[in-house]
Nanobody, 112 residues
Framework: EVQLAESGGGSVQPGESLRLSCVGS????????MMWVRQAPGKGLEWLLG????????FYSDSVKGRFTASRDNDKNTMYLQLNGLKIEDTATYYC?????RGQGTQVTVSS
């Protein structure tokens, strides 16, 4: 069974940073293309970026390009999303996803 578990969210002020983690199990992690998405209150899913098995990042959202970065540690079946320069509009539940399967998400709240 494919399982994904996100962590690392929290409440921060504008301009601060967070690092989110996603641990996967039940599939061959090192070969998997993984993605990060988010869902703000009352809005649909926003696809943020994808990361290849080798660590190459493709951004799908211009709103986070230049502020967010992604990496992965295949030895730990873990990938990371570094959120820098957070804005109020970044408030959302963040999910890692593979083939349409998501974890439970981790909440990021940015407020002054």
């Amino acid at each position: 069974e494919v399982q994904l578990a996100e962590s690392g969210g929290g409440s921060v002020q504008p301009g601060e940073s967070l690092r989110l983690s996603c641990v996967g199990s039940g599939f061959i992690w090192h070969g998997a293309y993984m993605m990060w998405v988010r869902q703000a209150p009352g809005k649909g899913l926003e696809w943020l970026l994808g990361i290849s098995s080798g660590g190459a990042v493709t951004f799908y959202s211009d709103s986070v390009k230049g502020r967010f970065t992604a990496s992965r540690d295949n030895d730990k079946n873990t990938m990371y999303l570094q959120l820098n320069g957070l804005k109020i509009e970044d408030t959302a539940t963040y999910y890692c996803t593979r083939n349409g399967i998501r974890g439970q998400g981790t909440q990021v709240t940015v407020s002054s």
